[in-house]
T-cell receptor, first 112, second 114 residues
């Protein structure tokens, strides 16, 4: 079974630029999550989708971050405009209902 | 609010030693789940175990074992006869009932020296 796929793996941008990340979850997983992991810290949830509806986006900085999950499958996370403090690894995870989450390899973002 | 504390920031041991990673959690939920994930240098989080709040049985999987004690709100992880390949950052995490977000601890960086 294929795991969670993410792209790109690495991205370097200048502050005030925009960037987008893509995630393809494990087939059949209803729930998709985006986490932000700042260096030296544990991951922090940004947004959770169930099918194509948002369940929790309470910690998403909505003035600059946006996310969508088209047709309840793939998802994109966008940052516009980026700030220096957005430098982090962005992790996508998916799970069946009421089960453990499986994580992708992450996208390492560096904002200069 | 939910909270997970991993007080050990870094641990370094020599290969074949046993090592225990501590995890203390806080929650007001009566139904909750506890997890351990491994993050090797490649960066991907690897699921190790999930326990629900009603199952306090200790679990053993090969060289790995987990001790869940509700009385002390702890869910500790022991690696027996450690190996260099066990070197990674280990995260303890907590979630509420159902498919809910994970609240992670700060992680413990484990280094196994040959």
């Amino acid at each position: 079974e294929a795991g969670v796929a993410q792209s790109p793996r690495y991205k370097i941008i200048e502050k005030r630029q925009s960037v987008a990340f893509w995630c393809n979850p494990i087939s059949g997983h209803a729930t998709l999550y985006w986490y932000q992991q700042i260096l030296g810290q544990g991951p922090k949830l940004l947004i959770q989708f169930q099918n194509n509806g948002v369940v929790d986006d309470s910690q998403l900085p909505k003035d600059r971050f946006s996310a969508e999950r088209l047709k309840g499958v793939d998802s994109t996370l966008k940052i516009q405009p980026a700030k220096l403090e957005d430098s982090a690894v962005y992790l996508c995870a998916s799970s069946p209902l009421d089960s453990e989450q499986y994580f992708g390899p992450g996208t390492r973002l560096t904002v200069t | 609010a939910q909270k997970v504390t991993q007080a050990q920031t870094e641990i370094s041991v020599v290969e074949k030693e046993d090592v225990t990673l501590d995890c203390v959690y806080e929650t007001r939920d009566t139904t909750y789940y506890l997890f351990w994930y491994k993050q090797p240098p490649s960066g991907e989080l690897v699921f190790l175990i999930r326990r629900n709040s009603f199952d306090e049985q200790n679990e053993i999987s090969g060289r790995y074992s987990w001790n869940f004690q509700k009385s002390t709100s702890s869910f500790n992880f022991t690696i027996t006869a450690s190996q260099v390949v066990d070197s990674a950052v280990y995260f303890c995490a907590l979630s509420g009932r159902g498919a809910q977000k994970l609240v992670f601890g700060q992680g413990t960086r484990l280094t196994i020296n040959p």
